[in-house]
């Protein structure tokens, strides 16, 4: 879904002993001067429903996330001018699949 939509997935299952990152992805947005480079961290989540995948995410979870992409922004060689930022894919048997842009942001 991510590669349909024009992101280019970097790494999947990215593991460490803060946290791990189901996707890292990165896109460019807009053209020309107001061209950004977004490196994205998705948190995917397979659920019923929409509700229990959203409530599934605790903040324990997002601080883990947010300590894995840190340490893997540290690493992450011609990444330096990139935004970033925390999305959430929900995944589910009865509904397309949904993808939340920026769902959360660093304490």
Known sequence: MLRLKGYKIIKQRFKTKLGEIDII????????IKSRKI???AEVKQRADLS????????????RIEAAA???????????SHEWRFDIIIIGASFWP???KDAWRPD
Do not use: Y
Not at 25 to 32: K, L, V
Not at 52 to 63: E, P
């Open 25 to 32: 992805a990165q896109r460019r947005s807009g053209f020309g």
């Open 39 to 41: 490196i994205i961290f």
């Open 52 to 63: 229990s995948a959203l409530h599934s995410i605790t903040s324990s979870q997002t601080r």
């Open 98 to 100: 949904h993808h939340i």
């Open 70 to 80: 840190q340490l893997f922004m540290a690493h992450a060689r011609g990444l330096e």
